[in-house]
């Protein structure tokens, strides 16, 4: 581009335009005195500055005399974008007043001699082009700091970004955004697989893709050699960038070719492409991402629908875009490495998890599945709340490492049976098997004691008393046995019934009191209570099987489990998990365990998992201890407990209008 010479209209220049040939300059005449936003700033630009076009008018001003302030600004930006040069009247040496002196780069009168005309349009257009310069500079400053800007702004996008997808769908756009690029695909490596060879055999796998001129494409996957057949496997096996200018002419003395399978299959052309291994920080290979056809800048809305277009739009990679990409590719790998590191420790946890609640239902096989359908039930009542668009709730969220923290909670939250002694956990009735079995024995022995009493008087009715009266006399006895024997099985009837557990309180325990007040004499002839004191006090327990201080015992697995958790050094997003858990046998009034504590204190997660907890103890298949109770009637407890005030009324609405139960029916 030649170099711009603007003059006034009809004014003489003796001899300029000044260049080694006559050509070399383009000379300009105008009638007003340009602005700088008409101006080329990447051509250098020498305007002469004369009486007329400063008293030419000016877009949006009555005149230009050197004055006005506004006048003045625009002279100062002409200034910055062109060289001034100052032409006066005949033997002027100096500038007249209305002349903006500080801004000219020399001066000289109309009648100046030809060759001081040249040497001061000489200087005026060294000027230009050192203003042409500077202007590149700050430019590629600006760009540069932009750069750098942007990279750090996706290098923290990419360092917050767990979702693998999420990932490689913003990598490959903030790549084909910096370069401008129409089209781009991202491989990753494979994970080992053993090889024929006995060596392992490494692949890139086909990710993704996108084009802005075909934006709807499908996405079928496949796998490449790591080798130098192809692209991509040469960029993952040399480590180093592929940059060509035009796939189609790739030279004969290279192995690797262009599939132009795609290109014919959609009507595409691909020509120009950037092919960049993605490098960690050990210099080992995660993938490779691949750019095509970069577009001019101002060309990054262009589709390019044929060939012409292609010819004039595309151009070929540059150093800069090479370094740009190559940089954002590193930030890519380290994510894509974390990313798969975050995968690798969350599928330990997973593991650990897992093993843990196998170590709690192990101890208590009747339970089996509670912890998962409570971690079930939990995070999909958190996801109804999530939806709701009323009520006290409506503006709470539950982001995805919260509703994931809200499952471990859910899972963990009875690890702290391990704690309790096992024969407290399993307790099927009210009485343990051992005290039972003694009561049969004891009732067994009384029944075989009354038949022998009822030997010993019927040889004595024989042995003492009158032939005639042993029929009335043998009548009297059977009727005593068999009232004493009836007695006994009702009495035996009676203290298993009572030893059955019930949900809620119900019963009355007259019956056991009458048992416990009779005595029978045992082998050595010690007279003990037909019903121990111990005994009788676990069959009166009015709810469940346990007594006081049994419940005290399984009640402090909430405790074991908060203690337990909190030697875990977690994440930041899962740090809630022992509040969570350890607050899930808390009641709104105050009346839970094992702190009593109120609403205030209780997390909301934790109220939603009391709610869980509750209706799947309640509706869970039947166990030794106790029988399934209906879906109906289980949520109709569950109504009763938040009219009493001790579960959330709200929680609860959307845990039945969502029908989260049924989630685990």
Excluded at 50 to 77: K, Q, V
Excluded at 190 to 213: I, K, V, W, Y
Excluded at 413 to 424: A, C, I, M, P, S
Excluded at 462 to 481: K, Q, Y
Aim: net charge negative; proline share 5%; hydrophobic share 40%.
């Amino acid at each position: 581009m030649k170099p711009l010479l603007i003059a006034a209209v009809g004014r003489s220049l003796h001899g300029a335009p000044v260049g080694r040939r006559e050509d070399d300059i383009e000379l300009r005449r105008v009638p007003v005195l340009p602005t700088a936003a008409s101006l080329d700033e990447t051509r250098p630009t020498v305007i002469v500055l004369d009486h007329a076009l400063l008293a030419s008018e000016w877009p949006g001003a009555s005149s230009t005399n050197g004055g006005c302030e506004d006048e003045s600004e625009r002279l100062r930006e002409l200034s910055r974008i062109a060289a001034l040069v100052g032409l006066g009247d005949p033997g002027a040496i100096a500038p007249p007043p209305n002349f903006p002196e500080e801004l000219l780069s020399g001066y000289l009168p109309c009648d100046a001699p030809p060759a001081t005309i040249r040497a001061m349009l000489r200087g005026a257009f060294r000027h230009a082009v050192a203003l042409v310069g500077q202007r590149c500079a700050q430019a590629d400053e600006r760009a540069r700091h932009r750069e750098l800007q942007e990279l750090t702004a996706v290098g923290v996008a990419l360092s917050t970004q767990h979702d693998l997808m999420a990932l490689l769908e913003m990598i490959l756009s903030q790549a084909r955004r910096l370069t401008t690029s129409d089209a781009g695909s991202l491989y990753l490596v494979d994970c080992p697989a053993q090889g024929t060879d006995g060596g392992t055999a490494r692949e890139l796998r086909f990710m993704l893709s996108q084009n802005h001129t075909l934006p709807a494409l499908p996405l079928t996957e496949f796998t490449v050699p790591i080798d130098h057949a192809s692209l991509a496997g040469y960029a993952a096996a040399t480590t180093e960038p592929l940059v060509i200018a035009d796939v189609y002419l790739l030279p004969d003395n290279v192995s690797y070719r262009q599939n132009r399978s795609f290109d014919d299959k959609f009507g595409y052309r691909t020509k120009s492409m950037l092919v960049i291994p993605m490098k960690t920080h050990r210099d080992e290979v995660v993938g490779v991402l691949q750019l095509i056809n970069r577009k001019r800048a101002r060309s990054a809305d262009v589709k390019l629908t044929c060939p012409d277009v292609v010819e004039r739009e595309v151009v070929s990679y540059d150093a800069r875009a090479v370094e740009l990409v190559s940089a954002l590719a590193s930030q890519a790998a380290v994510a894509i490495e974390n990313k798969r590191l975050y995968e690798d420790i969350e599928r330990l946890f997973e593991g650990f998890v897992t093993a843990a609640v196998t170590a709690i239902e192990s101890r208590d096989p009747t339970t089996s599945g509670h912890s998962s359908r409570v971690a079930t039930l939990t995070v999909d009542l958190a996801e109804a709340v999530d939806r709701a668009g009323e009520g006290p709730y409506r503006d709470l969220r539950f982001s995805r490492e919260q509703l994931r923290e809200l499952r471990y909670a859910g899972l963990l939250h009875d690890f702290g049976k391990v704690g309790v002694r096992e024969q407290v956990l399993v307790k099927e009735k009210k009485l343990y098997p051992t005290d039972l079995e003694m009561i049969r024995h004891r009732f067994a022995y009384l029944l075989q004691s009354a038949d022998l009493e009822f030997e010993r008087r019927r040889a004595e009715v024989f042995s003492r008393c009158p032939r005639a009266t042993h029929d009335a006399a043998l009548r009297e006895l059977c009727a005593a046995r068999d009232r004493s024997r009836g007695q006994l099985s009702r009495w035996l009837d009676a203290i298993v019934t009572a030893n059955e557990p019930t949900v809620l309180p119900e019963g009355s325990f007259d019956e056991l009191r009458e048992i416990n007040r009779h005595t029978y004499r045992d082998f050595d002839g010690i007279e003990r209570p037909l019903l121990e004191d111990h005994e009788l006090q676990f069959l009166m327990i009015r709810k469940g099987n346990l007594d006081d201080r049994e419940r005290r015992e399984i009640e402090s697995h909430v405790t074991h489990t908060y203690r337990f958790l909190e030697q875990i050094p977690w994440t930041r997003e899962l740090r809630g998990i022992p509040a969570i858990a350890y607050a899930h046998h808390e009641k709104l009034n105050g009346r839970g365990y094992p702190r009593a504590i109120t609403a205030g204190e209780i997390p909301v997660q934790a109220r939603m998992m009391t709610i869980s907890d509750i209706f799947d103890a309640l509706t869970a298949t039947d166990r030794p201890y106790k029988r399934a109770v209906p879906c109906d009637r289980a949520l109709d407890i569950l109504r009763m407990e938040a009219r009493e005030g001790t579960l959330d009324q709200h929680l609860l609405e959307s845990f039945i209008q969502a029908r989260v139960f049924e989630k685990v029916l």
